[in-house]
């Protein structure tokens, strides 16, 4: 286990609605990154958190969102959601300056 | 920019026999590579990682790679795979230079790895 947490685990929405998935990040890390990885596909980075700020972002739309909380945990929101966000999303957390980073075991998301 | 590609997207190997999992590499900058190990309904895990340091590389549970500049290749091993080893495995790279991009990682589709018995 690596001590990154996500929530819910499973999730089933309807197209055009909005879902907001959260993170908790392992202790004393700064950065959270998030990630999609739809069915048969690797991951693709969709943004970087550090110290609240966003950090870096791929190549999503801006109805990609997120936050970062002082406590360093973090959500992602998503809006307008389409079949295509169907996914497996995954929150990595890190130490700025260091090498790993630790990933959660992601939340499956359904749009319906 | 840079990129990884998996050369195979399946492997099916017996037990004990040796594992080859292929992954190349473009960069404009010496690279920081990984490859990371899925299981079905777990997250990912490091199983290794260059970073300019020894061209080769050891990991966890017998897992090795080696980095080679001139073939741009970053190929994972195994001397004799286990059951427990079948999994999805994917080559990342991280894309620029420096650890400030931790976590900005770019991923290969993935090789899923078949052990038989």
């Known amino acids: 286990e690596t001590g990154v947490t996500q929530s819910p685990t499973h999730l089933i929405k309807t197209r055009g609605q909005q879902v907001t998935l959260r993170c908790s990040s392992q202790s004393g890390h700064n950065t959270v990154s998030w990630y999609q990885q739809a069915l048969g596909q690797g991951p693709q980075f969709i943004f970087q958190y550090y110290r609240e700020e966003e950090n870096g972002r791929g190549n999503f739309p801006p109805r990609f969102s997120g936050l970062q909380f002082p406590n360093y945990s973090s959500e992602l929101n998503v809006n307008a959601l389409e079949l295509d966000d169907s996914a497996l999303y995954l929150c990595?957390?890190?130490?700025?300056?260091?090498?790993?980073?630790?990933f959660g075991q992601g939340t499956r998301l359904t749009v319906v | 920019a840079q990129s990884v590609t998996q050369l195979d997207s399946h492997v099916s190997v017996s037990e004990g026999t040796p594992v080859l999992l292929r992954c190349n590499y473009s960069?404009?900058?010496?690279?920081?590579l990984f490859w990371y190990v899925q299981h079905p309904n777990k997250g990912l895990q490091l199983l290794l990682k260059?970073?300019?340091?020894?061209?080769l590389v050891k990991g966890i549970n017998g897992f090795e790679a080696e980095f080679k500049k001139s073939e741009t290749s970053f190929h994972l091993t195994k001397p004799s795979a286990h059951m427990s080893d079948a999994a999805e495995y994917f080559c990342?790279?991280?894309?620029?230079?420096?650890?400030?991009?931790?976590?900005?990682?770019?991923f290969g589709q993935g090789t899923t790895l078949q052990v038989k018995p």
């Open positions: 990595a957390s890190s130490l700025a300056g260091g090498w790993e980073a630790f």
């Open positions: 990342v790279v991280m894309p620029l230079p420096g650890s400030s991009n931790t976590g900005k990682l770019i």
């Open positions: 960069s404009s900058y010496s690279p920081s």
């Open positions: 260059y970073t300019s340091a020894a061209t």
